[in-house]
């Protein structure tokens, strides 16, 4: 595959932004997180896996309602029902697989990303080597048990309590809220600080966020309410990585109940990694990546 920017055509009319680096017969289609995020932490994939001696071509592309994709008019209700769903952007992966010609490859996906990881492995599951769900439970109930706690380690009471009210009131521009909302950022997203990615403007994709998550990481009011995929975990019949930051989001205890659920998978982690540990620690994340895809090239990885 070419590499650098590829813009696609959409059945529907719309445009993605893709994006290919690297070089080699082995293919990654990245999935970023959000949902509304971008492609960004993904634009050194190829040369973190170059340095581990593995040549990939890592493929990464921005979502509908993302950064440089198309931006549909979500405040149209007849856009939104149709677009702003699982089933939608669960698809919306396969037909990019289609339109850049991939199959059996690898598809990593971050956050939200690891959500249509786990949906893709399930439903098109022939087309993939592997499947790698960075930091995505399976049970989203456990995920919002996990934040909670994480707002005990780092914040006072006055301020949780403080926190809770304003959610209450759907008081979520409050500078105070927003304050603590970033301190809990720097110890369990993005712990590797000045962040990469802030920007100066805001890149757009809040929309497709606040539907699905709500206003940050730590509260859920959207359809990711409806998460529950425990059940579907056995019909992964494909080699899983599941890869965590040790201080996360996420909670460790989900991604050993997964881990056992899963036919085929093993479970890594990061060391002082937080939500974005491919950022925090790319050394560690990397390493466990390429030794993940090299046993699965070499078959002493299988599912067989």
């Not at 769903?85 to 991939?102: A, C």
């Not at 989203?140 to 909670?148: F, L």
Request: net charge negative; charged share 25%.
């Amino acid at each position: 595959m070419q590499t650098g920017t590829k813009i696609i055509t959409l059945d529907n009319g719309y445009h993605l932004w893709t994006n290919t680096q690297g070089k080699g017969d082995i293919h990654l289609l990245a999935l970023h997180g959000g949902p509304g995020g971008n492609h960004e932490y993904w634009e050194d994939a190829a040369y973190q896996l170059a340095k581990q001696g593995l040549n990939v071509q890592v493929t990464m592309y921005d979502q509908l309602g993302s950064l440089y994709s198309d931006q549909p008019d979500y405040s149209d209700p007849d856009i939104a029902a149709k677009y702003l769903t699982y089933e939608y952007f669960l698809d919306e992966v396969d037909e990019v697989r289609q339109k850049l010609g991939l199959d059996k490859f690898y598809l990593i996906g971050q956050s939200w990303g690891g959500l249509l990881v786990q949906e893709y492995a399930v439903k098109y599951g022939q087309h993939l080597k592997g499947a790698i769900v960075s930091s995505m439970v399976d049970e989203i109930d456990e995920y919002v048990e996990a934040v909670n706690r994480r707002r005990q380690e780092i914040l006072p009471q006055t301020e949780i309590d403080f926190m809770h009210k304003c959610e209450t009131n759907n008081d979520y521009n409050n500078q105070r809220y927003q304050a603590d909302v970033q301190i809990l950022n720097i110890n369990f997203v993005d712990r590797k600080q000045p962040s990469r990615l802030y920007h100066l403007y805001d890149l757009g994709g809040s929309t497709v966020y606040n539907a699905f998550q709500g206003d940050n990481e730590f509260v859920i009011t959207g359809k990711l309410k409806e998460w529950h995929f425990r059940k579907q975990l056995k019909n992964i019949k494909v080699p899983t990585l599941l890869t965590f930051g040790e201080v996360e989001t996420m909670p460790l205890e989900t991604a050993k109940i997964m881990q056992k659920e899963i036919p085929c998978a093993r479970l890594v982690t990061t060391p002082n990694g937080g939500h974005h540990h491919m950022v925090d620690n790319p050394d560690v994340y990397y390493k466990n990546l390429a030794n993940f895809i090299r046993d699965v090239e070499s078959g002493k990885l299988s599912c067989n």
